[in-house]
């Protein structure tokens, strides 16, 4: 099992939901990963990039072909592809290797030039999931009934996150998370990483630390797609925008 590596040039993305049918992460995931394969970056997909909480198995694999053909063209250019496992897809864990095209890792330690950086989903870090993981479960699975009935549940759920702690986490978090995960972020700090990567919340953004490290949280591709980039000790949070490809002239 890996989760310890050396890259100058990594991505990192979290919670496509592939599978998921309110996910159109595909759409998007697709020429990002083809753009970074063509910039030469090693890519984590830090959690939750399978949709196996919610969805079916059929779903799945109707979703993932082309995204892992993709995931191949890393390989070909000599890059690697890491997986960490999130909630809803944590049946991965029982696949904690080198799958060929990628490997699975529970969490990834980064050395990128003098810069140590964690990288983890973050779900270990959330209260209901660690304290009630069988109701967590359950009400997951409900959450996709919802759904199912109006798709618009999801956006509306994210808007009163952000609401309920934009006060609060204007001074202790990103906006729409609970502290809790930055107080996890702050004890990684503590163990001597310079920059911390969670996913989870679905809340983008970055947050300077106590001592002088980093936390970030790429957010989810189910809304506007973020992503971090990590090169040459470097750690930044970007938005992705698809290159606009210039009009033929006749």
Known sequence: ?????????????SDLHLGNP???AKKKVIPFLKWAAAEKFDICINGDGLEIAQSSFAKVAFEVPEFFRVLGEFKRAGREVFYVTGNHDIALEHFLEDWGVMKVSPFLNVQSGETRVRIEHGHIYDPFFVKFPVLYEGLTHFAGLLLKVNPNLYKLWITFEKWTSYRRSKKSGIVGERPHFREAAEELSRRGFDAIVFGHTHHAGHRELENGSSYFNTGSWMLTPHYAKIEDGRVSLEEWKAPIRPRRSF
Do not use: A
């Open 1 to 13: 099992m890996i989760t310890s590596i050396k890259s100058d040039r990594l991505v990192v993305i």
């Open 22 to 24: 309110f996910s159109n």
